[in-house]
């Protein structure tokens, strides 16, 4: 059987129910709460066979683990998407898609992580890569803050990073990391090519080996007294500017 995950919030347990119903085994909701929310929420669930468990907040309090669940929590199987960087890049082949893919070294905070895994989802991202060492799992604030995402875009997390990154050369994936020295802005680059954006936590920002093994490296034009953006917020500058490019194409 597959690992046990907790869900908390609305759109976390509304995004699993509609994508992978059976993978929920269990669903607890505040016993108080009986608004509109709630109740479709709860009809959603009865009508993919799932239980449904009216209990006291605390008890909620107690699954959720110190994530904020708004009176819904779920406790599901994990929901297996693609597990490998080739199976990714092989069903795109398949389809005839332009890979389009998120690479983040480093970024260890659960907002963080989930929100990137929002945009990445807004921006069609094929999937996101990260190492097993330096990187957070998808644990329930993750799948909170992502909104659903995290159930529709593949996280997968490698044991060797640069390694996986020279893989996805061989198979022609461009890589563009961002850089605050770089020469080059964002704006300079063909992102119609497939690519991927390599991304480090802020603060540090990408690891050495990491860097080198970019193909290119690009800025974020930075206009006022900021000197750096949170790494979810230039994944989606940069991301958007992908689809910028493709879509006017």
């Keep these: 059987m597959s690992a046990q995950q907790v869900l908390a919030g609305f759109h976390a347990v509304t995004a699993r129910l509609r994508h992978a119903p059976s993978s929920v085994r269990q669903l607890y909701v505040e016993a108080s709460r009986r608004d509109k929310r709630m109740q479709a929420l709860t009809e959603l669930a009865q009508a993919a066979g799932v239980a449904v468990h009216p209990v006291p907040s605390d008890r909620l309090d107690g699954l959720a683990r110190g994530t904020r669940h708004q009176g819904v929590v779920a406790l599901a199987e994990e929901n297996k998407l693609a ?3 080739d199976e990714v890049l092989d069903t795109l082949e398949d389809q005839n898609q332009i890979p389009l893919l998120l690479i983040l070294d480093g970024v260890t905070d659960p907002h963080n992580l989930g929100a990137c895994l929002r945009t990445a989802d807004a921006a069609g991202v094929n999937a996101v890569i990260a190492p097993r060492d330096r990187a957070v799992g998808l644990n329930a604030t993750v799948q909170r803050v992502a909104s659903g995402a995290a159930d529709t875009v593949p996280y997968i997390m490698v044991t060797n990073l640069a390694r996986t990154m020279r893989h ?33 936590a802020e603060g540090e920002g990408m690891r050495r080996l990491t860097r080198e093994t970019c193909d290119e490296l690009v800025t974020i034009p930075m206009l006022g007294s900021v000197e750096s953006l949170n790494v979810s917020v230039a994944s989606a500058v940069c991301l958007y500017e992908t689809v910028r490019q493709r879509h006017s194409a």
């Design 168 to 200: 996805l050369k061989d198979r022609d994936i461009w890589l563009v990391g961002t850089d605050d020295q770089a020469e080059g802005s964002l704006h300079s680059i063909d992102a119609r090519r497939p690519m991927a954006w390599v991304m480090g």
């Design 83 to 85: 597990v490998d960087v």
